[in-house]
Each structure stands twice: as structure tokens, then as C-alpha cells.
């Protein structure tokens, strides 16, 4: 089971800079720098070498119902802030826009402050690939959606950053609106391994892509976790790197 923000602390916001094309692109400048980087990437692994990799099956948390269909990227997460060089507080800014022409919106509702369930309608994350999209629902706290269907590019994105996304019929998506409008604290668990959604009395079949779910229950999203879980492999590798002959000595 996935249990706390903790396991999501993941290496997701590191983007490009010109600095980082500066040093990394330039042969010369990585010989420079050879020392502080075997220093720090030695520190790096040794801090985070106790990883394993995330395993999900099950999400559970009370939910926020957007039984609208065909919500577009853009409105996930406004173009203005594609600019952003890091997705640290993109979080806040989900549904800006539509938050701004709708007071009532759920995301601004403080009885699904706090929800981790997010429950659509058909065709959720259609429009533009923006990774910014699903990146700034998880940082709003959304760690599981329910849906009629999804845009692939958008499933793709979530799948990979550890969000499974699971789909439902309308008639079951609406049960499940109304149970959760009736109480907001209503924990709604979202098993991957029996396909089913349960919310209070409330148990509905969902179904999602072998391929995600494999993914997903096994830890196999989790590329970071991956990496590290192979650190006799990456302690050879370095020690084959001129730039980086220390790091395995240590």
C-alpha cells in the first residue's frame, strides 16, 4: 500500500538549466569539475542507496468528484506556468483558471481538502502532452484517478510518475459522486490487484491497462528506485568512467 508523501520524494524536479548544459554538455568543464562531481554524486548514492523500489497496489483517502468530461491540460494546469523551472508549488495552481470562473469548484471546496482520490468523467487529460499537468495534481495531493477514460499521453505521464489511473463506467462513476457529495470523509480505495474501487457499501469493478497495472504493482515505475536498487551494477559502471574513478572506491 502506498502510505504517505514520503515514497513520492522523488527526483521529479530537476530541469534543464543553462548551467546544467553548460557543465554537462562540455567535455572540458566536466574534467574540471571531475572532483566535486565524484564528490557529491558518491554523497548522493550513499544517502539514497537504502531505496527500494515503490511498490503500489492500493490508494486509499477520501476523494474530490470533477464529473466533467473532456478536461484538457490546460485547464489541469494553465500554459503561463510552463515556464517554470522546477514543478515545486505547481500544486496551488491546478484548475487555476477554472477555480477563478467557478467559486464553487471542488478543488476550492474545503469539505475535499485534503482528498487523494480524484474522481472525472470521460476523456480526462485530452489536449497538449505537458507533463506540468498530472505533475501539478500530484502536488495538489491526488495520488489516484478514477475516470471514464483517459488521454494515453496523459495515462502515460501519471503511470510514470507513480499515479495509477483507473477507469470506470458512467453509472458507477456517478454512485460513487454521490456517496462522496454525501460524506467527503468517505475513504475510497482505489486495488489495483482486484480491480475495484470501494467506497463505504460502495464496490465497483474499474479496469486499466495490463501493462500500467504490471507496472505499477511491481515497483517498475519507480526508475530512481530501479537505479538504486542496482547499485552493484552502477558502482561497475563507474569505476569504467575516467571522471568519475573514485566513486566505486568508496
Known amino acids: 500500500m502506498l502510505t504517505g508523501s514520503a515514497k513520492r520524494d522523488r527526483i521529479l ?29 558518491r554523497d548522493c548514492f550513499h544517502k539514497s542507496a537504502t531505496r527500494i523500489m515503490q511498490i503500489i497496489e ?8 470533477l464529473l466533467l468530461d473532456d478536461i484538457d491540460t490546460d485547464r489541469i494546469i494553465p500554459a503561463r506556468y510552463l515556464r517554470c523551472v522546477t514543478f515545486d508549488g505547481l500544486g496551488e495552481h491546478a ?15 474545503s469539505r475535499f481538502t485534503g ?5 472525472a468523467g470521460r476523456n480526462f487529460g485530452c489536449g497538449s502532452s505537458r507533463e506540468h499537468a498530472p505533475q501539478s495534481l500530484l502536488r495538489w495531493g491526488v ?12 495515462f502515460g505521464n501519471c503511470t510514470s510518475l507513480g499515479i495509477p489511473c483507473v477507469c470506470a463506467s458512467r453509472a458507477d462513476l456517478d454512485k460513487l459522486g454521490v456517496v462522496i457529495q454525501a460524506d467527503p470523509k468517505l475513504v475510497v ?3 489495483l490487484m482486484a480491480g475495484e474501487v ?10 486499466m491497462a495490463d501493462s500500467a497495472r504490471q507496472s505499477l504493482t511491481t515497483g517498475q515505475w519507480d526508475f530512481l528506485g530501479q537505479l538504486l536498487d542496482n547499485k552493484p551494477g552502477i558502482a561497475t559502471t563507474a569505476a569504467k568512467l575516467p571522471y568519475l574513478n573514485h566513486f566505486a572506491a568508496s
Do not use: W, Y
Open 13 to 41: 524536479n530537476v530541469m534543464p538549466t543553462s548551467r546544467n548544459r553548460q557543465l554537462f554538455g562540455n567535455p572540458l568543464a566536466i574534467q574540471r569539475q571531475a572532483p566535486k562531481l565524484s564528490r557529491l554524486s
Open 189 to 191: 480505495t482505489v486495488d
Open 115 to 119: 482528498a487523494s482520490v480524484l474522481v
Open 143 to 154: 495520488k489516484a484517478i478514477i475516470a471514464e477514460s483517459f488521454a494515453e499521453i496523459f
Open 198 to 207: 470501494r467506497a463505504g457499501s460502495i464496490c465497483v469493478k474499474v479496469t
Open 58 to 65: 492500493t490508494v486509499s483517502g477520501t476523494a474530490v468528484p
Open 95 to 109: 484548475f487555476e483558471d477554472d477555480r477563478k470562473q467557478d467559486l464553487r469548484h471542488p478543488f476550492d471546496d
